[in-house]
Structure formats: C-alpha cells, structure tokens
C-alpha cells in the first residue's frame, strides 16, 4: 500500500500541541481504523471463493497506532501470486480435485498434484488490487482525519 505523508509546518505552539501524543492520538486511531476497514471489505469483495474460507479469514488487527490486514489462512500466498511447478502433498487436494469435477478420491487428488507438478498454479491476485481500490477511499479518510485534528485545535487552550 502506498505512504501517505503529511508535513506540518508552523510556529512553536503548532509543534508542541501536535508532538502532545493525547491530541493527535485520538484522530490517528480513528483513521486508522476507518481506513483498515475499507481495506478490508475491498479484499473480502475481491477473494476468489472456492469455499469461503479465504474470505473469511480476512481480519483487521489494530494496535495503538498501527493496522493491519490480511488472510490468517496459510494458503494466501499462493492465492495471491500462483506459484511455480511443485508437488502438493498427497491428499491435500482431494476436497478441490471433488469439488471442481476431477473424481473423488485419490485418483482426482493425483491429476490435480500432475497438473500442479507440470502447469503451477496461476496468480489470483485480491490483496493487491483491494489495497489500490481502497486508495481514494483512504485519501477522502485523510480529509476527516484533518478535520478532526481541526476540531480539536479550535478546542484546544494554547
């Protein structure tokens, strides 16, 4: 996801009241969260669904002035970027290779694994693209964040 720089610049009592933690941290936060939650349901829309668990594993996680989001499922990766020729474990395509019309059993977990093993998988990409969808989103966030900064320089006794 791309920076996003703000420069102050102003008298001493601008630089004080902006480096108090108290006054900024309550607007930060609020952005933060506003802008992780856009992120999210964007890479909740864009995640291919095979069973839904890709999608659901989507989370946001915030921590004082930080967020993050992504998939807890380990298999992401893979979605994301595709991945060269290899062989998957026996039997870890069976529930797929069933679903998408291979034949249950081992036999449609084998031609999976051969067609993995010679083709790779191809990229998927949904994190990406959710994080560049949410771009105008967050920038239009940015605008509230200063309006809340505003607000509270307004209130503020210098």
């Known amino acids: 996801m791309p920076d996003i720089r703000v420069r102050v610049e102003g008298g001493e009592q601008l630089r004080r009241v902006m480096n108090d933690p ?18 999210e349901a964007n890479m909740k829309q864009k995640a291919p669904v095979d069973t839904g668990r890709l999608r659901s ?6 921590e004082a002035l930080r967020s993050t989001v992504g998939p807890t ?16 474990p026996r039997g870890a395509l069976q529930p ?19 067609i993995i093993s010679k083709r790779g998988t191809k990229p998927h990409p949904f994190a ?18 200063l309006q809340d900064i505003r607000a509270r320089w307004n209130r503020r006794a210098i």
Do not use: C, M, N
Request: no cysteine; aromatic share 14%.
């Open 128 to 145: 990406a693209p959710a994080a560049k969808k949410s771009v105008p989103e967050i920038k239009g966030l940015l605008q509230v964040l």
């Open 57 to 62: 594993s989507v989370v946001t996680k915030i």
């Open 96 to 114: 797929w290779a069933s679903r998408h019309g291979f034949g249950a059993g081992a036999k449609g977990d084998w031609l999976v694994r051969f």
């Open 73 to 88: 499922v380990t298999y992401a990766p893979f979605v994301e970027f595709g991945t060269r020729p290899h062989w998957a």
């Open 22 to 39: 108290q006054f900024i941290r309550g607007p930060l936060q609020g952005f933060l969260r506003r802008a992780a939650f856009v992120v």
